[in-house]
């Protein structure tokens, strides 16, 4: 079986709901990063088997397939194919899964993966009656910026609850407390900061015509244990998620080249050597990516003990924090060492391209190691990716 490989990744700055890229459609996002890793890859698109892109939403300009409308507005031959995964807060993560398969088995020698999202652009959705013209009543419009909230009423209560009300239920059952998660979030802040001041995004950044960014802009420099403490709960009144130690709303897009050994010139970023998915009930998906990493580095013949770092999306401060209570064996301090999600940012479909792209950066960057790459996913699943170099 042919292995797989990172040759390069990319992405935009992350913008917030409504800031600099809330002008940009998302399929413009999706190509801008298609065309910039291409361009200083220096390869052929017409040699790419497959695009596979990531996105969650899907409800508006993303709507019909944006991994191939991307391609074809960064200027590929028609030739080259697209098609748009979605699993969620880990499309992208899962678009590169999708690519590395295909090649280990043969079927590709070349996938551009990555992901997409514009949560500022997401829709209004108006429902629809099951009667041509109904008599009485009136139709729910619902936003979809945060993900289609159409829940089955047969599903279980405890099923049906928001990400949020998640956040909070693990937070109370596994005793996170708010100051732990608001730490937490200070940490995260506080180390993107530093990462950009430093240079260490340099390599990754591509960035949107028209729309620059100096960096992520949610990152808050200066925020404090102190701010923090005067931001109220948002999903219970007695809680302890707050804005202040969730992500927030984002828009964004990120791009993986993947490909076989010796399929392009130049030394491969890292090793896709193991992946793996894990499900729990839904109100428990914080910390299904637990046993993802677990199963994945299982698969990939390795322990904890090799693990050099983790790239974990931190969709809440309780979430990140339960996990890594999950893994007793690795030291907190290698855990999301250029801060996560709570500062950079979490737009959905692009998020798993950032972190696996950040990932292998930073292993290239230190010549060798192993990194784990999970995120959590609503409705209970988690998903990992081992990197090797």
Known sequence: MTASFIYDAVRTPFGRAGGALSGVRPDDLAAVVMASIVERSGLDPARIDDVVFGDANQAGEDNRNVARFGALLAGFPTSVTGTTVNRLCASSLDAVIHGSRAIEAGDAEIVLAGGVESMSRAPYVLEKSSKPWPASGNPTL?????????????????????????????????????????????????????????????????????????????????????????????????????????SSINDGASAVLVAAENALDGEPLARIAGRAVHGVDPQDFPIAPI????????????SWQDVDFVELNEAFASQTLACLAGWPDLDPARLNIHGGALAIGHPLGASGGRIIGHAAHELARRGSGVAVVALCIGVGQGLAVVLER
């Open 142 to 246: 619902w936003n979809t910026s945060i993900g289609w909230r159409m829940t089955n009423p047969a599903l279980p209560r405890e099923w049906a609850i928001s990400n949020g009300e998640s956040a909070e239920y693990i937070a109370r059952t596994r005793g996170i407390g708010r100051e732990a998660q608001d730490e937490f979030s200070v940490r995260s802040h506080r180390l993107a900061a530093e990462a950009w001041a430093s240079g260490i995004f340099d390599r990754e950044i591509v960035q949107v015509p028209g729309a620059p960014l100096d960096r992520d802009e949610g990152i808050r420099d200066g925020t404090s244990l102190e701010r923090l403490a005067t931001l109220k709960p948002l999903f219970a009144v007695d809680g302890t998620v707050t804005a202040g130690n969730a």
């Open 291 to 302: 046993e993802a990493a677990n199963k994945a580095l299982a698969r990939a013949g390795l």
